[in-house]
């Protein structure tokens, strides 16, 4: 015999702890490198973007980082380390604390080049206690692509040095512009 704890949701229909649910989602232009989730709400426990992503970059082959910021922080306030294995190798990165003005989620995006037409990489990314202001945020991530056999494979812990509750979310190419092709979801998690 099993406990499930649950929460209603809007509906007044109980939701599970630990469940997702769909906050918002959005799909690239063509014309701009920038995709914002603003307003979200502190309801859930975490949050978690799912990614198929691709930009416009084609001059060269390259799996390209998503800069991801919260709250519209441009300050050095995010630091993170990285794991990446190529299926033969692995190597390891990591940054010094609050280095970077944003969060560079490695392997998330591939670029236009012809070398990976019809390729996009895909990723999830979670973020732990984004609306808890008595820590700083964290996040972590599994991302990767397969170019025809030469792909990688991701792993990622990232640290914002902030105790503010998440609202916002910025999703930027490294590149230049996120294609059609690109779609990101954000997802609640609710929490006991």
């Known amino acids: ?30 014309s701009s490198g920038v995709i914002t989730f603003s307003s979200i709400p502190s309801t859930y426990k975490h949050l978690q973007i799912r990614g198929i992503a691709k930009d416009t970059y084609s001059a060269g082959a390259f799996e390209l980082p998503t800069r991801v910021r919260f709250n519209s922080d441009t300050g050095n306030n995010y630091t993170q380390h990285n794991l990446q294995g190529t299926g033969t190798a692995a190597t390891a990165q990591g940054e010094a604390t609050g280095v970077n003005a944003f969060f560079k989620f490695r392997g998330s995006n591939l670029s236009s080049d012809a070398t990976y037409a019809n390729m996009n990489a895909v990723s999830i990314l979670d973020i732990i206690d984004y609306a808890d202001t008595s820590k700083y945020k964290t996040a972590r991530g599994f991302c990767g692509s397969d170019r025809n056999g ?13 105790t503010s509750a998440i ?11 996120w294609t059609t092709s690109t779609t990101f979801a954000l997802y609640g998690i609710k929490g006991a």
Not at 6 to 25: C, K, M, N, Q, R
Not at 167 to 177: K, P
């Open 1 to 30: 015999m099993s406990l499930i704890l649950g929460i209603l949701d809007s509906g007044g229909v109980a939701a599970a702890t630990g469940s997702f649910e769909s906050i918002a989602s959005a799909t690239g232009t063509g």
């Open 150 to 162: 030469a792909g990688n494979i991701f792993l990622i812990s990232g640290l914002w040095l902030s």
């Open 167 to 177: 609202s916002t979310i910025t999703l930027t190419a490294d590149g230049t512009n």
